[in-house]
């Protein structure tokens, strides 16, 4: 199961893309509301949520997932219950965390992402993974680094997802996944 995150002010695309494109890799997805069932993201979309924080169970092969949007990541960070199911799933090795935009830069403050590993996050903001002695790799759409998975912005949302598929489901179903949907990177 991937668990996506949403905080009011999340980015829309930075979320619904990734799970489009899990869901058409036949991965179970649920889109989780942190602060309760509907979400408005930065875009003024408003998501009705499919668990909300209290509901999350992890388990082995499950999946954290953070999108960005400066309002959603602060509501990320401030939530106790939040980043301790993100801490959960970055502390198990058959776990994964990914986040993309702003929300690797939160890893990166929180200490989740290990010192001396690579990541991506939305250019500007790459000074939060060097403080945390993450090497920056800005010019990737996105990064995995173990069982860590980071993207760039909003424009690598199908990247991103497709990345995500690769890791949760093979390269044969994120390949099937990306012509179907006729993606070219």
């Not at 799970?19 to 993201?41: C, E, H, K, Q």
């Not at 424009?155 to 993606?183: C, K, M, N």
Request: charged content about 15%; aromatic content about 4%.
């Amino acid at each position: 199961m991937v668990y996506i995150l949403l905080g009011t002010g999340f980015e829309t695309a930075e979320a619904l893309a990734p799970a489009d494109v899990l869901r058409r890799g036949n991965v179970p997805v649920s889109l989780v509301g942190v602060s309760g069932p509907t979400v408005a993201s930065a875009q003024a979309v408003t998501v009705t949520a499919d668990l909300t924080l209290d509901q999350v169970q992890l388990a082995p092969g499950d999946m954290v997932m953070l999108p960005g949007g400066l309002g959603g990541v602060d509501v990320l960070e401030h939530s106790e219950s939040a980043m301790a199911l993100v801490r959960q799933a970055a502390a198990h090795p058959q776990m994964w965390v990914s986040a993309i935009c702003a929300a690797p830069t939160l890893l990166a403050r929180a200490g989740v992402l290990p010192a001396g590993s690579k990541g991506v996050c939305y250019p500007g903001m790459e000074d939060d993974l060097v403080n945390a002695g993450i090497t920056p790799c800005m010019e990737q759409p996105f990064v995995v680094d173990g069982h860590f998975i980071t993207g760039r912005a909003a424009g690598s949302s199908f990247d991103f997802g497709l990345a995500l598929l690769t890791a949760l489901a093979g390269a044969d179903v994120a390949e099937q996944v990306r012509g179907a949907i006729h993606y070219q990177a």
